[in-house]
């Protein structure tokens, strides 16, 4: 463990904040956000003081390149992703104090203001540099842009700044092959002036920080990454770009310029945090600058450099934030035996899931869980889904609690019956429930999210274990007493499961909670000595925005006590009601499993299709010019595209291509300049009808002054072709829209 073990006073628990260019996906879920739901959530239940924030990342150049394809503006993609992946957060009870946007005002003005002070204090460079720019799309390209062949293992798919399958950090410049990914394009390189952050100034820093402080408590896979990095040698790092969409970079001098997203995306922590304290009239400060706060980001292992290296870096230029204690990145999720690919729509979206599988977002959650990628990439599959649902939450969970509910209605009326003696069975199954909070809590402590759950179902098989051996169904026949303990026992267990199942199955927990009677506020019947197993709280009694409903998702005007259940009173006291017993988890249907998986078959059908079609074209038409930047429909619309009539033509003198033609455009008679004399004749092409762009401005060529321009295309020989009107009969002038 680090050095450092003092009790945190608060936690500040942080998760990725998504990119807004597409809907939350299973693989989001399994790296980030559903561990950290867990971990919050947990924090809460014992009491901590937690604030646990997000949000969007809305800047980047992917952004503007999507609001071109769209042919809307960036603000309405933001705006579009922003909204479902926040309600699809909200509706699968990802329990945000505060998500956020990076496009919030509060974030331009956090992020411009830490430039600015970095910049005040001399801690950036000023280089001129040559980068890579892509002449179709007329921009320079941000580094997750550019791919090409890795330099150090050979992987044909690196990013620009990074290589997923060696974890090197990179150039753009260093790739071998480099490709546009916005175009397709190869790009060339440009001269551009930027401010860069001398990272390797941070290498002592950083090597204490991370090499030493952490070298026992932070995960493999993110401590070997940070240690390739620092090992192969530092260099500066650029936090500004060439774009046209998001922060401007402020200071004068930078016109054109904004602030790299990964400089600006990580203080979008701190921009939400203080969005959160505004609000809720409380202070943003202790949350990131008191020493006695523990400070977790939970990320993917495609951000470990990122929140690992630069974002601590920048923070200790800053000079009063504190820094992460731990950054349990996980690996990636398959899907079906496939990497997961928003492009080729090869994914489980949550916002389908939510519609698909109503009320079954624990399912989700426990599956997720239960499987997540903490040390290796793992694979989601739908049969394995539906295994972990009937043959673990249906046949252990579910069963047992419908068991206890439904046999102590039948016996007792829903009354909490009272105990006799205790045999040694009985005692062994409380003392071994009251084990599973410290038992649950080490894994949790140590960011072990599947064996957690796993721990959370073996109190489950406890309590089933215990109810299969005491067979109270048959013993009740000959000694009611003992099936009076029996049940008694059997139902301390169930309230265990109601409240350490809470992290991890929220909407479960919840419902059985109800089922128990377990009610809110600060009078309730489980009065045990000076403890209550709900306790009142100080927390609001609303929702946080950003989060779930209060009933469905978490208890925010009652905190339960996670440690309650670790005491030796009984959790449920004799004489207390329970009411009536209903199915927490109902079982999936090879139908349904059958129909994602229709879904899925027809996905990867669809894009061997398109990939075949898109080799045959491109071996076909390899010689083809590439499409040009894209334009906006009112581009298009600028256009005026009539019918015409060639009356005159002749070649221009002392030039071998051009033609000086007289054109009939139903609105004139004007001079067209056109480079075909190569492949026609003057007399063949007189009394040609062609499409003309009349609203070209006029240019002078070789002293004649052309007013417009032939539209023309070449065949499959390369010759040049007129493109005339389909039908016989147009008249010069009519438009061609």
């Known amino acids: 463990m680090a050095e450092n073990t003092k009790i945190p006073s608060r936690y ?40 646990f924030v997000g949000g969007s990342d809305e800047h980047g150049v992917a952004i503007s390149m999507k609001a071109k394809t769209e042919g809307v503006t960036p603000q309405q993609i933001i705006d579009k992703y922003h909204n479902l992946i926040k309600d699809s957060f909200e509706d699968f009870g990802i329990t945000f104090d505060n998500y956020s946007r990076t496009s919030a005002e509060v974030h331009h003005k956090t992020a411009s203001d830490f430039f600015k002070k970095l910049y005040g204090q001399d801690d950036f460079i000023e280089e001129t540099t040559a980068q890579l720019y892509d002449g179709q799309a007329q921009q320079f390209l941000a580094d997750r842009f550019v791919t090409g062949t890795c330099p150090k293992c050979g992987y044909g798919e690196a990013y620009g700044d990074q290589c997923e399958n060696c974890g090197s950090s990179l150039n753009a410049n260093d790739l071998i092959d480099p490709k546009s990914t916005l175009t397709g ?13 001398p990272l390797d100034r941070y290498e002592d820093f950083l090597r204490k920080y991370i090499l030493e402080d952490h070298k026992h408590d932070w995960k493999p896979n993110v401590y070997g990454q940070c240690k390739s990095w620092i090992d192969g040698g530092l260099e500066p790092r650029a936090v500004t770009r060439d774009l046209d969409w998001g922060i401007p970079v402020p200071v004068e001098g930078a016109e ?22 505004e609000r809720e009239g409380r202070d943003w400060e202790p949350y990131w600058k008191d020493e006695n706060t523990k400070l977790v ?20 230029a800053h000079g009063d934030f504190i820094l992460a204690d731990n950054v349990p990145a996980n690996e990636f999720l398959n899907l079906e035996g496939h990497k997961l690919s928003t492009s080729k729509n090869w994914a489980v979206w949550l916002h389908e899931y939510l519609e698909e599988f109503p009320d079954m977002q624990d399912v989700l959650r426990y599956t ?11 694979d989601f599959t739908w049969k394995d889904f539906q295994a972990h649902n009937n043959n673990e939450l249906v046949a252990i969970f579910g069963n047992f609690i419908n068991r206890v509910v439904v046999l102590t209605h039948k016996y007792y009326d829903g009354m909490v019956p009272e105990p006799s003696d205790f045999s040694e069975i009985d005692t062994q199954t409380l003392e071994a429930l009251r084990k599973f909070p410290e038992t649950i809590s080490s894994s949790l402590e140590r960011y072990r999210f599947r064996e957690a759950s796993q721990e959370l179902m073996n109190l489950a098989r406890l309590g089933n274990k215990y109810l299969a051996d005491e067979e109270p169904w048959k013993v009740v026949k000959e000694d009611e007493g003992r099936v009076k303990t029996i049940m008694f026992v059997a139902l301390q267990i169930a309230t265990g499961l109601a409240v350490l199942s809470e992290p991890f199955l929220p909407f479960t927990s919840a419902k059985l909670r109800s089922m128990l009677n377990l009610k809110s506020g600060t009078s309730t019947p489980l009065e045990t000595g000076d403890d209550k197993l709900v306790r009142s709280s100080a927390v609001e009694t609303s929702a946080p ?35 009536k017993a209903e199915l927490l988890f109902r079982k999936i249907e090879d139908e349904e499993i059958e129909a994602q998986l229709d879904k899925l078959k027809a996905t990867k059908k669809s894009n061997q299709i398109a990939s075949e079609d898109h080799a045959d074209y491109s071996e076909e038409n390899k010689n083809l010019m590439p499409q040009k930047e894209t334009i906006s429909f009112e581009d298009f619309t600028k256009l005026d595209i009539r019918v015409g009539t060639i009356l005159e033509a002749e070649r221009m003198p002392k030039t071998d291509k051009l033609m000086i033609l007289k054109v009939d455009t139903g609105l004139d008679t004007r001079t067209i300049v056109s480079g075909i004399a190569k492949s026609f004749t003057a007399e063949e092409i007189i009394g040609n009808q062609v499409t003309v762009l009349v609203n070209l401005a006029p240019r002078k060529l070789r002293g004649a002054e052309s007013e417009g321009m032939i539209l023309m295309t070449e065949n499959a020989n390369g010759k040049l072709v007129f493109m005339n009107p389909d039908e016989d009969g147009v008249e010069n002038g009519e438009t061609i829209n």
Do not use: M
């Open 545 to 579: 925005q950003g989060t779930g409903s209060v009933e469905n998702v978490r208890s925010s005007a009652v905190e339960t006590s996670w440690q309650l259940v670790a005491q030796s009173n009984p959790l449920l006291p004799a004489g207390h009601q329970i009411n």
């Open 185 to 197: 394009s190869v790009p060339t390189t440009k001269e551009t002036r930027h401010w860069f952050l």
């Open 256 to 277: 054109g310029k904004v602030l790299y997203v990964w400089f600006d995306a990580p203080i979008g922590y701190i921009s939400s945090t203080k969005e959160w304290a």
């Open 297 to 316: 980001h939970f990320i993917g292992k495609d951000n470990i450099v990122f929140h690992c290296v630069i974002f601590p870096s920048i923070l200790k």
């Open 368 to 378: 997720l869980t239960a499987n997540a990628p903490e040390t290796k990439d793992n």
């Open 12 to 51: 500040t628990i942080t998760a990725a904040l998504p990119y807004t260019n597409g809907p939350i996906h299973i693989g989001h879920l399994a790296g980030v956000y559903v561990p950290a739901d867990i971990y919050a959530r947990y924090l809460r239940l014992t009491g901590k003081d937690v604030l």
